[in-house]
């Protein structure tokens, strides 16, 4: 059985590449910090030569919410970069040849037109509200396409996915994104019997969530057919839905029969943000799982890890 080595196990993607069901077929090594100290290139290189994985996925970093990011915008760049140069040069210095780095589509341009493909990146100014995370990401994205052109044998590809929901996700509305931040909402509104729930502005911004799982299933397709995945390639959906939407179908699955109500006063971010998926299309993968029963399994995780 090869062997995989996963950094950030413990986080939402992490979890969810290790109980889908193709893990199975990958004898996974997956360290906690306090195993394995990714700031430390040493000890990142002493593991690898260790444990001589066949793959190394990255989807280990320091993450956090607008208002971090702007409080400590060296931090983010400086952290981010740290980790992912020790695992990606630890990782061709030790001589393993194939890896997969998740990057972010905090990487595109701030006015980059939707939808977004792989190469609008590097084409214009990046967000500032998470400028240093960005590029962070880039700076990886790039070190791996280097690594490639340097070296035949290598093959060291960077996933985009969409924005995430699903098991494993963080629900407190102030660390939560959006689909985790309604189902909690309307969940406290059905057990409080509230007859009503505030949606922030109009409702009619688009948003592309997709299932984690789903990024699961694309990055352990890229494990076992590595050499044709594309050096950079988008996971996502490929459309989108309104704000609205998420809202009615979270209270449909959740069954909460009370109103929406409007606040136009409070911030509703970017109207669209949308990935083109038609790289991934090309190389054979669709994200497998409908809006509805992503939501159904993210509420059950939900129920049962935070009680109803």
Same mark, same amino acid.
């Given at each position: 059985?090869?062997?995989?080595?996963?950094?950030?196990?413990?986080?939402?993607?992490?979890?969810?590449?290790?109980?889908?069901?193709?893990?199975?077929?990958?004898?996974?090594?997956?360290?906690?910090?306090?195993?394995?100290?990714?700031?430390?290139?040493?000890?990142?290189?002493?593991?690898?030569?260790?444990?001589?994985?066949?793959?190394?996925?990255?989807?280990?970093?320091?993450?956090?919410?607008?208002?971090?990011?702007?409080?400590?915008?060296?931090?983010?760049?400086?952290?981010?970069?740290?980790?992912?140069?020790?695992?990606?040069?630890?990782?061709?210095?030790?001589?393993?040849?194939?890896?997969?780095?998740?990057?972010?589509?905090?990487?595109?341009?701030?006015?980059?037109?939707?939808?977004?493909?792989?190469?609008?990146?590097?084409?214009?100014?990046?967000?500032?509200?998470?400028?240093?995370? +960005?590029?962070?990401?880039?700076?990886?994205?790039?070190?791996?396409?280097?690594?490639?052109?340097?070296?035949?044998?290598?093959?060291?590809?960077?996933?985009?996915?969409?924005?995430?929901?699903?098991?494993?996700?963080?629900?407190?509305?102030?660390?939560?994104?959006?689909?985790?931040?309604?189902?909690?909402?309307?969940?406290?509104?059905?057990?409080?019997?509230?007859?009503?729930?505030?949606?922030?502005?109009?409702?009619? +911004?688009?948003?592309?969530?997709?299932?984690?799982?789903?990024?699961?299933?694309?990055?352990?397709?890229?494990?076992?057919?590595?050499?044709?995945?594309?050096?950079?390639?988008?996971?996502?959906?490929?459309?989108?839905?309104?704000?609205?939407?998420?809202?009615?179908?979270?209270?449909?699955?959740?069954?909460?029969?009370?109103?929406?109500?409007?606040?136009?006063?409070?911030?509703?971010?970017?109207?669209?943000?949308?990935?083109?998926?038609?790289?991934?299309?090309?190389?054979?993968?669709?994200?497998?799982?409908?809006?509805?029963?992503?939501?159904?399994?993210?509420?059950?995780?939900?129920?049962?890890?935070?009680?109803?």
């Amino acid at each position: 059985m090869q062997r995989l080595f996963l950094t950030g196990g413990g986080g939402m993607v992490g979890q969810n590449i290790q109980a889908h069901a193709r893990a199975k077929n990958w004898d996974i090594l997956a360290p906690t910090s306090a195993e394995l100290d990714l700031t430390d290139p040493k000890a990142v290189r002493s593991y690898i030569k260790q444990n001589k994985p066949d793959l190394v996925v990255h989807a280990a970093g320091r993450v956090g919410g607008i208002q971090a990011n702007m409080a400590d915008q060296a931090g983010f760049l400086d952290s981010n970069n740290i980790i992912s140069r020790n695992v990606i040069m630890g990782t061709w210095s030790e001589g393993v040849r194939n890896l997969i780095n998740l990057g972010s589509t905090c990487m595109y341009p701030a006015a980059a037109s939707n939808p977004l493909s792989e190469d609008m990146i590097l084409t214009g100014p990046l967000e500032a509200t998470n400028e240093g995370y +960005a590029l962070a990401k880039i700076m990886a994205m790039r070190l791996c396409e280097y690594i490639n052109r340097e070296d035949p044998k290598a093959c060291f590809k960077t996933l985009i996915p969409c924005n995430l929901f699903g098991p494993h996700d963080k629900f407190d509305p102030k660390y939560s994104h959006l689909l985790p931040a309604i189902i909690h909402k309307v969940h406290q509104a059905k057990i409080e019997g509230a007859p009503n729930v505030e949606i922030w502005g109009n409702g009619k +911004a688009r948003r592309e969530f997709m299932y984690a799982p789903d990024l699961a299933d694309a990055v352990l397709r890229a494990a076992t057919d590595i050499e044709t995945c594309p050096d950079l390639i988008n996971i996502g959906l490929g459309h989108d839905f309104t704000i609205n939407e998420y809202y009615s179908e979270v209270a449909d699955v959740i069954d909460w029969q009370g109103k929406f109500t409007y606040n136009l006063t409070r911030p509703v971010g970017m109207k669209q943000k949308l990935c083109d998926t038609r790289r991934a299309t090309e190389w054979g993968w669709i994200a497998p799982t409908s809006l509805r029963f992503g939501i159904e399994e993210t509420y059950k995780f939900y129920c049962e890890r935070y009680g109803k």
